[in-house]
């Protein structure tokens, strides 16, 4: 059983390496980048808890990608401009 949980888990990985990173290059706009919870956090100037709850709430959703939680750039920018 462990095996076959093992294979399914390399699978899933490469699947979501190779179909969902181009989907999240092509939700990219040319200049933007990903930034951790913690370089999202100071960028924006608010704790990371408070970051957390408004990707909780969907007021600024994350990306999740290989466990990580992200965010584009430009979604930070767009948020700090109607917050502003």
Request: hydrophobic share 40%; net charge positive; aromatic share 8%.
């Amino acid at each position: 059983m462990d095996g076959f949980q093992n294979i399914i888990r390399r699978v899933v990985a490469k699947v979501l390496q190779e179909d969902l990173y181009p989907i999240l290059e092509n939700l990219m706009q040319p200049s933007d980048e990903f930034l951790s919870r913690k370089e999202a956090a100071e960028f924006l100037k608010i704790s990371e808890t408070t970051l957390w709850s408004l990707d909780k709430t969907q007021v600024l959703p994350a990306k999740r990608l290989q466990g990580k939680v992200l965010y584009l750039k430009s979604d930070l920018l767009n948020f700090h401009k109607h917050t502003a």
